[in-house]
């Protein structure tokens, strides 16, 4: 999508400022402020109603800026960097002293990343272009641009709905390409021990492991030592409608019953099934990444339609659909619903 240059330069000059701005990315659309700013960093936990302590991630104009905001760069890092940026890959690496820990939400760690879509591109870079933020330090840090713990954001309408005038300019890039977050690796691990998987997102382990020559680990998630990172609440990415996942098997009955005692019911299933004209249905792809792509969108509509309930039919419990099981289990969780059968994530 074709975009307004004199829209880059007034969001250039809103980040310069210490306002916000929202950006696409090929993941979200992010809510951005200069990093290097805390003030300006504390507008994005304050438009979100984030807490203070839930790090950020730091968005990058080029993978040479990465010793600017990491103490140490690992060997690994360049190499992931190489193969997989601009892309759904963030790196935690250890903070440099002169990033301020209001980004990293106190942490001696910090969430580094190079997004895709050729808009944050431009933005990041002409932002760098422009002296970058304090002390010279060039990076945006840019969690969804949604309040905290809701439906992410994939397409600029969404934005200026959730968040309206807390955002000073909202660059508009379409519908983001991915659908959900990226890949979260943490590389802070021990000399010789594998990076560990702290989200899983568009890059799968195998995808990686094929880089770096071993498959990160998936940590327990009450490992002590492990960097708090951005989507790793139990209850995450959640509509205010009750969501619960229920088996293909028992969907059609699950929702008869349901019906039958005056609930208004949506359905999010994976390929056409029966059901009641009383019901609100969204059929999406019955693979992961079209799925992914059409989620938070359908979740956000289906949210608007004044339900008492959404079923979602449960999705296949393979490594393919890893990063999508982990998205609609938050949700699940965050919305306060609850589940007729056992969504496993893998």
Not at 150 to 162: G, K, Y
């Amino acid at each position: 999508m074709p975009h307004d240059p004199t829209e880059l330069d007034r969001a250039v000059t809103a980040l310069r400022a210490g306002e916000l701005v929202a950006f696409p990315t090929e993941t979200v659309y992010g809510l951005g402020a200069d990093a290097a700013n805390p003030l300006a960093v504390a507008k994005i936990f304050a438009a979100k109603g984030r807490p203070a302590d839930h790090p950020l991630i730091v968005h990058l104009p080029g993978a040479g800026y990465l010793e600017q905001w990491a103490s140490e760069v690992p060997p690994m890092a360049w190499e992931l960097a190489e193969a997989f940026w601009p892309g759904p890959l963030t790196l935690i690496l250890k903070r440099a002293r002169r990033v301020p820990k209001a980004v990293s939400g106190g942490q001696d760690s910090i969430g580094l990343r190079l997004p895709a879509h050729p808009l944050a591109l431009d933005l990041l870079r002409a932002y760098a272009a422009a002296g970058g933020g304090r002390d010279g330090l060039s990076g945006i840090a840019a969690p969804s641009a949604n309040r905290f713990g809701r439906i992410s954001p994939t397409e600029a309408t969404h934005v200026r709905e959730e968040l309206g005038d807390a955002v000073q300019v909202v660059l508009d890039g379409g519908r983001c390409p991915l659908g959900i977050e990226s890949t979260i690796l943490d590389l802070t691990v021990a000399a010789g021990q594998p990076p560990r998987l702290l989200r899983p997102g568009h890059l799968s382990p195998e995808t990686i492991a094929q880089v770096i020559g071993v498959e990160p680990t998936w940590p327990e998630s009450t490992h002590a030592n492990r960097p708090r990172v951005s989507g790793s609440l139990a209850a995450h990415y959640a509509p205010q409608t009750p969501l619960r996942m229920v088996s293909s098997e028992r969907l059609e009955h699950t929702l008869l019953t349901l019906l039958a005692k005056g609930q208004r019911c949506g359905v999010l299933c994976r390929q056409p099934c029966p059901v009641s004209a009383d019901a609100v249905r969204r059929v999406l792809p019955d693979e992961p990444t079209g799925y992914a792509f059409a989620l938070y969108a359908v979740l956000r509509e289906l949210d608007q339609r004044d339900l008492d309930l959404i079923l979602v039919e449960e999705i296949p419990p393979t490594a393919a659909w890893r990063a999508v099981a982990d998205r609609l289990g938050r949700a699940v969780h965050g919305s306060g619903g609850g589940s007729t059968a056992k969504c496993e994530q893998h």
